[in-house]
């Protein structure tokens, strides 16, 4: 298994740009998440998903977006980049159930200028 | 809303023992998870607590009491792979994390 993958680990954007995060788990777990992490800050749930053609959104969830088409996939999108959304991105996943723990991706880190 | 805190940072010496308090105030209740984060890496898990009193799984142990709203982990017999950030978090609907504590080891 390769767990919670998350693709690009590393891009610089330009303010007003759009990307996609990639986010792929192989545990076929149905509960997926977006965190950022910024320095000092702790981890800001952006949004979540329970399984396939369900989202919902976090705590911070100005300014992303969200598609959750397979079990497998939950891309996080950025229309207009901004210099606020310089962060670290970490995808994660978990089984049903309050005491099972979620699985992170190795993260994403974007700096917008 | 979810208020949790812990301390920014803790040294201590190779060997010793070192125990980072979680003290928090949430809406609602489903146990409270310890992570593990080097620098650049993506958190890993440590521990689950959901009921009152101590968990112990080898050097690490973790023990919550809900009356209080606290929490602590406990790191014994330190070795210099344990300096990182540990992170508490606290699941009511969804899991809300504290700032992290900067653990350093040093020889």
């Known amino acids: 298994n390769a767990g919670v993958t998350q693709t690009p680990k590393f891009r610089i954007l330009k303010i007003g740009q759009s990307m996609t995060l990639q986010c792929t788990q192989d545990?076929?777990?149905?509960?997926m998440y977006w965190y950022r992490q910024d320095p000092g800050m702790g981890l800001k749930l952006i949004y979540y998903s329970v399984g396939a053609g369900i989202t919902d959104k976090g705590e911070v969830p100005n300014g992303y977006n969200v598609s959750r088409s397979t079990t497998e996939d939950f891309p996080l999108r950025l229309e207009l980049a901004a210099p606020s959304q310089t962060s670290v991105y970490f995808c994660a996943s978990k089984r049903p159930g309050q005491g099972e723990t979620q699985y992170f991706g190795p993260g994403t880190r974007l700096l917008v200028l | 809303g979810q208020n949790i805190d812990q301390p920014t940072e803790m040294t201590a010496t190779e060997g010793a023992i070192v125990q980072i308090n979680c003290t928090y105030q949430?809406?609602?209740?489903?146990?409270l998870f310890w992570y593990q984060q080097h620098a650049g890496e993506a958190p890993t898990f440590l521990s689950y607590n959901v009921l009152d009193g101590l968990e112990e799984k080898g050097r690490f142990s973790s023990f919550l009491s809900r009356s209080k709203g606290y929490s602590y982990l406990l790191l014994k017999e330190l070795q210099m792979k344990d300096s990182a950030s540990y992170l508490c978090?606290?699941?009511?609907?969804?899991?809300?994390f504290g700032a992290g504590t900067t653990v350093t080891v040093r020889a």
């Open positions: 978090a606290v699941l009511d609907y969804k899991l809300s």
């Open positions: 949430t809406s609602g209740f489903n146990g």
């Open positions: 545990m076929n777990h149905n509960y």
